[in-house]
Structure formats: C-alpha cells, structure tokens
C-alpha cells in the first residue's frame, strides 16, 4: 500500500475541516501509515500512559507517533520507520509529552481538533483539558472520504482474504460430522483460519443454526455452543479472514442429513436472492435498491419475515463500514465500492439459510469475490 499517497491525500483535505488530528492504534491509523492493529481482547489491557497511544497530524507537518513504552517495545511498533516516533517511558508523565507536542505546532487559540471515533473518552478528556477552546469533529468521517471506494490494490488484498476464508471452509468441511457439537464447528472453524494464514477470525466467528428439533437461539454463546448438531439441522456459517489489515466476511449453509424438500426451497431462495442484490450492485444503483431486489425474492415468496435483516455493508479494513444496504440508504454506486450480500431466511423452530460473500460495484453488476460452495452441502 502506498501510505505516503494516503497521508498526502488526507492532508490535502484535512485543513477544510481541522487544524489537528488524533488518530489512536486503530483502524484509522493503519489505513492511513500501516501501523498494525494486534488482536482484541475481551478485557482492558493497559500500559501506563496508554491514552496518548497514537498520531498527531496537522495538514503540513509530518505526523508524529507517540507510544508508552511497553507498546512501543513489546508491540513491535518501534520497528516502524516511515513515521516520527515519540516513546513514553514507564514513570514519565504522558501530558508533559503531549503539551511539548501540540506547543511545537503552531495551532490557534480555539483550535479544530479531529479524533477518530474510535479512540477513547480518557483521551477525550485529557485533549480537552489541555486544548479547553478546542472544537472536535470526527477524523474518522474525514478520512471516510478516501475509505469508501477502494482501489484495485486494496481490492487485490481482499480478494486474497477472500481465497484464505474458502480454503479454511474447505478444511473445515472435511472435519464436520454427525453429533459434533457446535463449539466444536466454531472451534474447527478458527484453527482452519490461522492454519491457512489469518491473523484470526475479522470478527466473532457465529453459527445461526435451526432445524424442527434444534431452536434457533440468539446471543446465549455458552448456551448454544454445548448443543450437539444431528439430523435434520441447517448450520448457518458466518466467519472472514484477516489478511493485511482488511477484513473478509462470508456465510455458507450446511445440511447435517439428508436436507427435506422445505430446507432445499429455503436454501434456493437465499440463493436466488443473493444473485439478484449482487446484479444489483452496479454504478448509479442505490443501496436502497439493492436491498430491495433481493428483498423482493424472499418477500415474493412469503418468506419476507424471516429476511431480519439489512441486505449488506460496507466492509474493507472493519468489517462493517459505511454505506449500508438497507432501505433508506440512499447512498450512489461508485465503482470500487465493497459490500456484503448476505440475504438470509432465518426461522425459530424449522429450517434457516444464510449465504455471504464480498462484492465489488462494477458497471455492469456487482463482481463477488468468492464464488465457491454454491451447491448445499450435506453431511451425513
């Protein structure tokens, strides 16, 4: 990736609407010089001083990385050598080494300060206290501006993450059988993407699974997870690679027995409406409308309840972003957009289907990036 164009380029719009950016370890940060995200935790980790973990960017000066020192060191981001790193040390006081900062650029009385959404209200307080006559906006809409439509490069990345998650789902389709439980499937599901070369899973790897004796449940993990998956149940996959630094999101569906007449109409319906939203994902369509000639299949077939849903979303270096395939989202077609489609029928005590795949806005129709699995596997 060309990160010294993405820094020229956000430069050059930043000054319409800051005099100063906070960008923290991020997605923001990494799109914008590289710097890496490490996984998530569920719990709060903390070094001291961590609230000033980030880059400080104006529109013509050379960003400036600053770093306690445990992230510097055991992060591995004192490796980086494209940007000015600032390290803290464990017993220095963070808001010396910031103010030394913000006194060296130059900014005015009542400055704009743009943060990226996702930094922390620590940080917020402690930019406010020391810029009280600061104005902040969002640096993630700013930069959003570049984010959106991707180019052929960032394209070429996803479709490598794309390549990464089918051939985890071919490993894992080899390992399915009768009885398993469904923290086994997720479990397999999350080694197969490591073993072929994802940092993990691009976000908590999920199974909506249903059939006449097998509920479906939503949000009860620990719950669902012990349940064993015989006979007569839809396993409902959603799961995407990491691959440097973009995320990839996929769904397929597997019959555990031999799939009854009512599974194969559900799971072809899906199917119909996938092919019709990505035929739908052409320049100068909207994402409402989208969403809504794949809707239409579904709808058409008396299943429009169980599509609970948005059609899609934006995705790229998150696995959601902005613009969404939903109604009301009146948002324009450019070419090198990324979206989900992902239509589903999802019913409580009978039979459920999702399928999902990365698509890129061309002129003519959307171009998915994975194509594979189309047909409804059975396990047996």
């Given at each position: 990736m060309d990160y010294n164009h993405r820094l020229q380029q956000l430069q050059s719009i930043l000054g319409e609407a800051a005099d100063l950016a906070f960008l923290p370890v991020s997605t923001?940060?990494?799109?914008?010089?590289?710097?890496?995200?490490?996984?998530?935790?569920?719990?709060?980790?903390?070094h001291p001083g961590a609230w000033l973990e980030g880059a400080w960017l104006t529109p013509s000066r050379p960003p400036i990385l600053t770093l306690p020192r445990m992230t510097a060191e055991f992060g591995g981001l004192n490796r980086l050598t494209n940007v000015d790193i600032r390290v803290l040390g464990d017993w220095d006081d963070p808001?010396?080494?910031?103010?030394?900062?913000?006194?060296?650029?130059?900014?005015?009385?009542?400055?704009?300060?743009?943060?990226?959404?996702?930094?922390?209200?620590?940080?917020?307080i402690h930019l406010q206290t020391l810029l009280p006559e600061a104005r902040f906006v969002s640096a993630t809409s700013i930069l959003r501006r570049l984010r959106t439509v991707k180019g052929e490069d960032e394209i070429a990345v996803m479709r490598e993450a794309g390549a990464i998650t089918e051939a985890a789902f071919q490993d894992v389709l080899k390992q399915l059988k009768l009885g398993m439980t469904e923290l086994d499937i997720v479990t397999e599901v999350d080694y197969q993407l490591r073993r072929h070369g994802s940092l993990g899973p691009s976000?908590?790897?999920?199974?909506?699974?249903?059939?006449?004796?097998?509920?479906?449940?939503?949000?009860?993990?620990?719950?669902?997870?012990?349940?064993?998956?015989?006979?007569?149940?839809?396993?409902?996959?959603?799961?995407?690679?990491?691959?440097?630094?973009?995320?990839?999101?996929?769904?397929?569906?597997?019959?555990f027995g031999a799939p009854t007449e009512e599974m194969t109409r559900v799971y072809n319906l899906v199917m119909a409406s996938q092919r019709a939203g990505i035929a739908a994902l052409k320049v100068d369509n909207t994402c409402e409308m989208a969403d809504a000639a794949a809707r239409r299949v579904i709808?058409?077939?008396?299943?429009?309840?169980?599509?609970?849903?948005?059609?899609?979303?934006?995705?790229?270096?998150?696995?959601?972003?902005?613009?969404?395939?939903?109604?009301?989202?009146?948002?324009?077609?450019?070419?090198?957009?990324?979206?989900t489609v992902e239509?589903?029928?999802?019913?409580f005590d009978t039979f459920s289907a999702r399928v999902e795949d990365v698509v890129v806005v061309r002129p003519h129709g959307g171009e998915p990036l994975t194509t594979g699995f189309q047909s409804l596997y059975v396990v047996d």
């Open positions: 923001d940060l990494e799109y914008l010089l590289g710097v890496p995200r490490d996984i998530p935790n569920f719990g709060v980790t903390l808001t010396t080494l910031v103010r030394d900062i913000l006194n060296s650029l130059d900014l005015p009385a009542r400055p704009r300060m743009a943060v990226s959404d996702r930094a922390h209200v620590e940080t917020a976000f908590t790897t999920s199974l909506y699974n249903s059939g006449p004796q097998h509920p479906l449940l939503f949000g009860d993990r620990l719950a669902t997870w012990k349940r064993p998956v015989n006979a007569g149940v839809a396993v409902l996959f959603d799961f995407g690679a990491v691959h440097n630094g973009f995320c990839y999101d996929f769904g397929r569906t597997v019959a709808e058409d077939a008396g299943y429009g309840e169980a599509f609970r849903h948005r059609l899609g979303h934006g995705i790229g270096m998150d696995v959601h972003e902005p613009p969404f395939l939903t109604k009301g989202d009146t948002n324009v077609f450019q070419e090198g957009m990324m979206f239509p589903s029928i999802m019913q």
